[in-house]
């Protein structure tokens, strides 16, 4: 079934601790995002991609990296988790190409930073 | 800066008819999304306006009037799985997506 994935569903963390979120699209979309939801805001970016190879940084980019080495994954890095990245983790893709660029949404990962 | 307004919380009654307002103001305009998203889950695409008027999807419309920076979600014939929060977006000049936090709708019997 066509669509993305992420990786863990949801993970609680030690403050100082390394955490990969992983996500992967087989919808061949040339564009990729990461947006964190929490509650009384709106989804908030953090880093896109809007082709292999290339990143670039959202709102929110500080405490996070990411990499874009294929057109499939997108995974985002948190070196050193910090209570304040408590938050659900939202990946999505796009086809730049279409005329809407519609972002389409993976399942999220629910991250809790102790 | 950039702003985009929903109501926080809205109620309608199963079958009735309601609209969802969405007023933004951003640096340029490159379209207009609404997304819904149930508890728990992700945000699911619902339409797309880049240009002023209509468009009907079944039991879904959305409108916008780019010149008062003015978008609505109507939802006719509600049903209790139309409980959910609904998204408004707008693509900047950037061509970045600016999301508005969500309006929870509540469906009462």
């Known amino acids: 079934i066509a669509g993305i994935t992420q990786a863990p569903t949801s993970q609680i963390l030690a403050a100082g601790r390394r955490m990969t979120l992983r996500c992967t699209q087989d919808?061949?979309?040339?564009?990729m995002y990461w947006y964190r939801q929490d509650l009384g805001l709106g989804l908030r970016l953090i880093h896109y991609?809007?082709?292999?190879?290339?990143?670039g940084k959202g709102e929110v980019p500080d405490g996070y990296s990411v990499s874009r080495a294929n057109t499939d994954d997108f995974p985002l890095t948190l070196a050193s988790a910090v209570p304040s990245q408590t938050s659900v983790y939202f990946c999505?893709?796009?086809?730049?190409?279409?005329?809407?660029?519609?972002?389409?949404f993976g399942p999220g990962t629910r991250l809790t930073v102790l | 800066g950039q702003n985009i307004d929903q109501p926080t919380e809205m109620t309608a009654t199963e079958g009735a008819i309601v609209q969802i307002n969405c007023t933004y103001q951003?640096?340029?305009?490159?379209?207009l999304f609404w997304y819904q998203q149930h508890a728990g889950e992700a945000p699911t695409f619902l339409s797309y306006n880049v240009l002023d008027g209509l468009e009907e999807k079944g039991r879904f419309s959305s409108f916008l009037s780019r010149s008062k920076g003015y978008s609505y979600l109507l939802l006719k014939e509600l049903q209790m799985k139309d409980s959910a929060s609904y998204l408004c977006?707008?693509?900047?000049?950037?061509?970045?997506?600016?999301w508005g936090a969500g309006t929870k709708l509540i469906i009462k019997p």
């Open positions: 919808m061949r979309h040339n564009a």
């Open positions: 977006a707008v693509r900047d000049s950037n061509y970045q997506l600016i």
């Open positions: 991609s809007n082709t292999a190879g290339t990143t």
């Open positions: 999505a893709s796009s086809d730049r190409g279409e005329e809407s660029d519609t972002q389409y």
């Open positions: 951003t640096s340029g305009f490159n379209g």
